[in-house]
């Protein structure tokens, strides 16, 4: 599985990332040239790639925790209990929101992948600029047609999607 990773996302070496942000707990970056795509009728701005990531990960500098996936549920800072329940999935309530918005805006330059590796049970690591690095570690033992654990695609007619589950890999064409 290693080799197949590590060949299939080697495309991303040198793409800078665009936008990072979540879709409930699944958490999504845009990487590489910025497309114009048709989607309902209207033009929008997509990158040409993107990573869905839905089981464990983190963003390290260095030796350090930037932001990682358990931040979801987790208040931000400016949450008060006596005012407010917590709800996790409302945009802006919760830690890996707040930390990954402070981190985009301190980031002057866009972070680049620069090295991809892999392991063979569907973990990856991708080194980008700056001393940053993300780890993607899957977390169930669970080998379920549902047990996604994060899938790579790129745009456009004729893509398929690298999906990598807890029965190896798949791909899905569009």
Known sequence: ?????????ESLVGSKINNMGRAS??????LGERLSVVRRGRTIELS???????????ITQGNKIVVASRDFYYPS???????????????????????L??????ITEPLTVEKIDSDEIGGLK????KDFTL???????EDGEYNE?????????????????????????N
């Open 1 to 9: 599985m290693r080799k197949e990773i590590k060949l299939e996302l």
């Open 25 to 30: 707990n699944l958490f999504w970056l845009e």
């Open 48 to 58: 040409e790639y993107a990573l869905n990531i839905q089981c464990s990960w983190r």
């Open 77 to 99: 800072s400016d949450w008060n209990e006596v005012k407010e329940d917590f709800d996790w999935d409302v945009q802006g309530n919760n830690k890996f929101d707040e930390k």
């Open 101 to 106: 918005k402070y981190l985009m805006k301190s």
């Open 126 to 129: 991708v080194f980008l600029s």
């Open 135 to 141: 780890n993607v570690f899957p977390d169930s033992s």
């Open 149 to 173: 654990f994060w899938r790579f695609f790129t745009r456009g007619k004729g893509s398929f999607h690298f999906v990598v589950t807890g029965n190896g890999i798949e791909k899905e064409f």
